[in-house]
């Protein structure tokens, strides 16, 4: 018999498709796992932001793993509320995220600032946070392109969602 904490530690092992060095639990996206009668599985997900169109993928994807960890019985759920935030990430994950070169989220940015030359951001490449923004979206719409003013390399800043 399968245990809540076995599919914690399988869904460990599924990547988010977008930033492979990062699991989707490290992500924050899986936000409950219920066993229920019959080895039926419920794992209930909760997107980025609403339509983002790695959820379908992630979702496969966990389904394909617990498949290949001998469950039949899957249910993946998507939940819009409440939204995900960033402060979900592990911290595990938003320093993966940094070595991998994209910026990870700050913990607090100013509202105002967001999106503004005012916003530092530090350049995962130096280290620098004499940075500036290059656009509001980056290689996907949850990141910002950002450039290092000092090494002059552009790098991915994954945005704040509270």
Request: negative net charge.
């Amino acid at each position: 018999m399968v245990t809540e904490k076995e599919i914690w530690q399988w869904l460990e092992e599924v990547p988010d498709p977008e930033i492979p060095v990062i699991s989707v639990l490290d992500l924050g996206v899986v936000r409950k796992v219920e066993i229920l009668e019959d080895d039926k599985v419920n794992v209930t997900i909760t997107p980025t932001y609403s339509g983002c169109p790695a959820m379908s993928a992630i979702s496969i994807s966990i389904r394909l793993k617990l498949v290949e960890k001998g469950l039949k019985n899957i249910n993946v759920i998507n939940q819009l509320s409440p939204p995900w935030s960033t402060d979900w990430m592990s911290e595990e994950g938003k320093q993966k995220m940094k070595a991998y070169g994209i910026a990870p989220p700050t913990k607090n940015p100013s509202t105002d600032a967001l999106f503004s030359d005012e916003q530092n951001i530090e350049c995962p490449q130096c280290g620098s946070d004499n940075t500036r923004l290059i656009s509001q979206f980056g290689s996907t719409a949850c990141k910002a392109m950002y450039q290092c003013n000092d090494c002059h390399e552009p790098f991915d800043y994954f945005k704040c969602h509270h």
